[in-house]
């Protein structure tokens, strides 16, 4: 683990991604995020923090993590959500910096998760076209992702809600801090391993193509 030029932590060696979608699932590099914003509108709004985590099998690889200097100031009501504050980010890495260091630690063909990873995705590319950085779109595939909130929508029907604190808690993971990045990207991956756990007892999904297959189509 080193500093990053712009104060983010980057683990600089681990594991190569491995993106043959005959790949068992155990051996799946699973590159988990979460953005916090200024609001839902990828095209107006800003990123105000990113954390990306990679996981095999549930342990845990690299971590990069990093406040972003938003192009906008963060409303009050988002900063009571996410405990984020102008203060907090007055000094952070500009938007591109941040997302050049995301891409090159994602590497070149990630296997992206999040819950509701849809979100996500959208303001990942609009913010890469917005800085230039339109060529690093084919790393932010849905494709190539997967979604905790559709996979548990698909294994545990019947909850009355599938927001991820929710999905957490009924998988007996705990989130203390929600809508800070870092610990919404643990969730995630609690949530993802756990139901990985469950469909590898109960059905024949043992590679990632039966995982995306089972999962289904993304929209963004």
């Known amino acids: 683990m080193q500093q990053s030029l712009f104060g983010s932590a980057v683990q600089t060696t681990g594991p190569q991604?491995?993106?043959?979608?005959?790949?068992?699932v155990n051996n799946v590099?699973?590159?988990?995020?979460?953005?916090?914003?200024?609001?839902?509108?990828?095209?107006?709004?800003?990123?105000?923090?990113?954390?990306?985590?990679?996981?095999?099998?549930?342990?845990?690889?690299?971590?990069?993590?990093?406040?972003?200097?938003?192009?906008?100031?963060?409303?009050?009501?988002?900063?009571?959500?996410?405990g984020i504050s102008n203060d907090m980010v007055a000094h952070a890495p500009a938007l591109i910096m941040a997302?050049?260091?995301?891409?090159?630690?994602v590497g070149d063909s990630p296997i992206i998760v999040g819950h509701n990873v849809a979100f996500d995705l959208r303001f990942l590319r609009e913010k890469l076209r917005q800085s230039g950085l339109s060529s690093f779109m084919d790393r932010f595939k849905p494709e190539t992702s997967v979604c905790s909130k559709v996979l548990a929508q698909k294994t545990l029907p019947g909850l009355h809600s599938y927001e991820g604190v929710v999905v957490a808690?009924?998988?007996?993971?705990?989130?203390?801090?929600?809508?800070?990045?870092?610990?919404?990207?643990?969730?995630?991956?609690?949530?993802?391993?756990?139901?990985?756990?469950?469909?590898?007892?109960?059905?024949?999904?043992?590679?990632l193509n039966d995982l995306i297959q089972y999962q289904g189509e993304l929209s963004l």
């Open 17 to 24: 991604e491995n993106t043959s979608l005959e790949t068992l």
């Open 99 to 105: 997302l050049t260091e995301l891409c090159n630690f």
């Open 169 to 207: 808690n009924h998988c007996g993971v705990y989130n203390p801090n929600p809508h800070r990045a870092e610990y919404d990207v643990r969730m995630s991956a609690g949530i993802l391993f756990v139901l990985l756990k469950r469909l590898r007892e109960s059905s024949d999904i043992t590679t």
């Open 29 to 82: 590099v699973f590159t988990v995020i979460d953005l916090e914003t200024t609001g839902l509108n990828a095209a107006k709004n800003s990123i105000t923090e990113i954390t990306a985590i990679k996981f095999i099998n549930g342990d845990e690889q690299d971590k990069y993590s990093t406040l972003v200097k938003p192009m906008e100031a963060i409303p009050q009501e988002v900063e009571a959500i996410t």
